[in-house]
């Protein structure tokens, strides 16, 4: 699926602009097939060099744009 490919390796900004990581695949419905949550890895030099493999899960519902990098909603946002 074309959209699944390029929300892959995006990076994922909360609203302060601040990175939160990339993301790593995508979690499906399956019974409506909608995209349900984001798997995003947490990503910086510091963690790489650590080994780190922490993953968070992103509802949907919290992503308030999507383009060259997907942003978060703030609390005013919700």
Same mark, same amino acid.
């Given at each position: 699926?074309?959209?699944?490919? $390029? #929300? !892959?390796? =995006?990076?994922?900004?909360? &609203? ?5 990581? /990339? ?13 349900? $949550? #984001? !798997?995003? =890895?947490?990503?910086?030099? &510091? ?5 780190? /493999? ?13 383009? $060259? ?10």
């Amino acid at each position: 699926m074309r959209f699944t490919e $390029d #929300l !892959v390796k =995006k990076e994922v900004l909360n &609203s302060g602009a601040n990175i939160i990581g /990339k993301v790593v695949d995508i979690k499906f419905n399956n019974e409506t097939y909608e995209i349900q $949550d #984001l !798997v995003v =890895k947490k990503g910086s030099i &510091s963690d790489s060099i650590k080994g780190s /493999k922490s993953e968070n899960l992103i509802p949907i519902d919290l992503i308030k744009h999507v383009g $060259d990098k997907i942003i978060l909603k703030g609390e005013y946002d919700l």
